[in-house]
């Protein structure tokens, strides 16, 4: 079963960085171009020069951390610990609160105790193995998750968690984050023998990090940060990905005589009243949206779910419908052309401005979807979970040397 043990994390001194927005940011794979330059002008120490270093130049990634010990911006805890990582924010107009605490996780090939839900590409495990290599450090936590139907870990931890928290504050996207440190493991360690991880996000992390423990010299290298929350978290939430086409052929009445012969289809105002609608739809209802109009289409038949390929529960996920049915076989097209995004207000302008021609707007997926596939050994969909909201790079970070070992290399 998975194993996880405390560490003494580092973390920036509040009395040289005033604001934690300037030195923090994203997992790299959701940063955008220009909200990575926005990041490096934010700060010298922002973690982005770490996570995601221009022209992929690890040797200038190395050297921003090398600046950041020798301005000395970064604390060592005292002693080894689990952090506490609360975040509040707001879904749907309703104000959450998720609970997640940070630990090392022993770093083994995915399948056995740490398992996967998403593939992963192969250059983008070399790009975070080169990274790891240059850094010998843990910027941004892997999201896993755990069975805690009790509450049994979470109460050990808030029970040994110190009264204050290490620092508070609140992001650009009003996400209000916390840290704890707990100094009093207890029985933590013991906890995880019976239970198994997995991966929400952070694949290619994860599995460079395995990569990297395979020829460790030391303990150490052969651990992985990770942030853990209970799958029963009721704050646990996934946001829809959205699939848009660049295909000028599209003939709308075309496709809408194909597809009414297995969806019942009704016409509404816009993107925005689809995202409405969909919020309370049931399962196989998407959005379809173009420059003039907009759709919502729900699948008649359920039998027609059972002739697609994959497990039993892989099949009966909305995306896959999409995939197969309505873009494979109805619109013929390549699911490899698809592009993505989060935002209504990203598929409306797009649209718009067309550079895209056809959105297919998704439902919210459920956890208990996630849950079944990897159960059943099989992972989702390309593009089909955006956990949100994401854990932050450079809240608490790893070393894997100690300032020892540090000040040994530089004499």
């Known amino acids: 079963m998975a194993e996880i043990k405390p560490f003494q994390g580092w973390f920036f001194d509040e009395t040289k960085i005033a604001d934690m927005n300037k030195v923090v940011a994203p997992p790299h794979d959701i940063i955008s171009?220009?909200?990575?330059?926005?990041?490096?002008?934010?700060?010298?120490?922002?973690?982005?020069?770490?996570?995601?270093?221009?022209?992929?130049?690890?040797?200038?990634?190395?050297?921003?951390?090398?600046?950041?010990?020798?301005?000395?911006?970064?604390?060592?805890?005292?002693?080894?610990?689990?952090?506490?990582?609360?975040?509040?924010?707001?879904?749907?107009?309703?104000?959450?609160?998720?609970?997640?605490?940070?630990?090392?996780?022993?770093?083994?090939?995915?399948?056995?105790?740490?398992?996967?839900?998403?593939?992963?590409?192969?250059?983008?495990?070399?790009?975070?193995?080169?990274?790891?290599?240059?850094?010998?450090?843990?910027l941004s936590p892997v999201f896993g998750l755990y069975k805690d139907t009790n509450s049994e870990v979470r109460e050990a931890l808030w029970c040994g968690r110190s009264s204050v928290p290490l620092f508070e504050f609140t992001d650009t996207g009003e996400v209000t984050h916390r840290i704890w440190p707990v100094y009093d493991h207890g029985s933590m360690a013991a906890m995880f023998q019976n239970r198994k991880i997995i991966i929400a996000d952070g694949h290619h992390r994860y599995t460079a990090a395995a990569k990297?423990?395979?020829?460790?010299?030391?303990?150490?290298?052969?651990?992985?940060?990770?942030?853990?929350?209970?799958?029963?978290?009721?704050?646990?939430?996934?946001?829809?990905?959205?699939?848009?086409?660049?295909?000028?052929?599209?003939?709308?009445?075309?496709?809408?005589?194909?597809?009414?012969?297995?969806?019942?289809?009704?016409?509404?105002?816009?993107?925005?009243?689809?995202?409405?609608?969909?919020?309370?739809?049931?399962?196989?209802?998407?959005?379809?949206?173009?420059?003039?109009?907009?759709?919502?289409?729900?699948?008649?038949?359920?039998?027609?779910?059972?002739?697609?390929?994959?497990?039993?529960?892989?099949?009966?996920?909305?995306?896959?419908?999409?995939?197969?049915?309505?873009?494979?076989?109805?619109?013929?097209?390549?699911i490899h052309k698809l592009e993505y995004t989060k935002k209504p207000d990203d598929v409306h302008r797009l649209i718009e401005e067309e550079t895209h021609d056809v959105a297919f707007l998704l439902r919210q997926p459920e956890i208990e979807d996630v849950l079944k596939v990897v159960e059943d050994g099989d992972v989702m969909p390309h593009k089909s979970t955006y956990f949100y909201p994401k854990p932050l790079a450079g809240m608490i970070i790893r070393m894997m040397d100690s300032p020892k070992k540090e000040t040994e290399k530089k004499e």
């Open 212 to 334: 990297f423990a395979e020829s460790a010299e030391n303990e150490e290298e052969k651990y992985v940060l990770m942030y853990l929350v209970g799958q029963d978290d009721p704050a646990l939430i996934i946001l829809p990905t959205h699939r848009l086409l660049s295909m000028p052929e599209f003939n709308l009445d075309d496709f809408l005589k194909k597809a009414s012969n297995y969806f019942n289809i009704e016409e509404v105002k816009d993107v925005y009243e689809l995202e409405s609608v969909l919020l309370e739809a049931d399962r196989h209802t998407f959005g379809l949206h173009t420059k003039d109009k907009s759709y919502v289409m729900e699948l008649k038949d359920k039998a027609i779910v059972e002739k697609l390929e994959g497990t039993s529960h892989k099949k009966h996920l909305d995306v896959s419908v999409l995939h197969e049915f309505v873009i494979g076989k109805i619109l013929g097209v390549d």
């Open 33 to 138: 171009e220009i909200e990575q330059e926005g990041l490096y002008q934010k700060s010298p120490y922002n973690v982005v020069r770490l996570i995601l270093p221009k022209g992929d130049n690890y040797s200038e990634a190395a050297k921003a951390l090398e600046t950041m010990f020798s301005d000395k911006v970064l604390l060592q805890d005292e002693k080894p610990a689990y952090y506490i990582y609360e975040q509040d924010f707001y879904h749907r107009g309703q104000m959450l609160r998720r609970f997640g605490f940070l630990a090392l996780v022993r770093a083994e090939p995915l399948g056995k105790n740490v398992l996967p839900h998403e593939m992963v590409f192969q250059d983008r495990v070399d790009d975070r193995l080169n990274l790891l290599h240059a850094l010998r450090a843990d």
